[in-house]
């Protein structure tokens, strides 16, 4: 089980190989983009490494994808938390304002099931 100190090495190691392949860029390339021998990306998506900090920000860059993207995994919040606060703030709205937030997040969900990418779990 995981305690607050301790990152998701398998699920971090999952989610940079799914976007580099998404990308279509090969370890030997992100290694070259990220500064750092290619072994050492093999080692981070099979879960042996971690990045330092700074590669950790130049993967994210050269990837185009944000932190919390490889984070997810690791993060202690839980998603009920997230729900509840959302249908709190859902709740303070007018009948006509609702419907345009469900048109929108309607939409969003549209889009976002056309990219192929890794599902948070």
């Known amino acids: 089980m995981k305690t607050r100190a301790e990152m998701d090495k398998v699920a971090f190691g ?6 580099r392949r998404e990308h279509q860029i090969t370890s030997e390339r992100l290694s070259v983009l990220c500064e750092v021998n290619p072994t050492h990306i093999r080692q981070i998506e099979k879960a042996a490494k971690l990045p330092s900090l700074p590669m ?8 185009r994808v944000a932190p919390n993207f490889f984070l997810i995994d690791s993060i202690l919040w839980k998603e009920e938390d997230v729900i509840a606060a959302l249908d ?27 990219i192929n990418e890794p599902v948070a779990k």
């Open 88 to 114: 709190e703030r859902l709740r303070e709205l007018s009948p006509r304002q609702l419907d345009v937030v469900m048109a929108t997040v309607n939409t969003l969900i549209d889009r976002l099931t056309e």
């Open 56 to 63: 950790f920000v130049r993967m994210c860059n050269e990837l």
């Open 14 to 19: 999952r989610r940079v190989y799914a976007i």
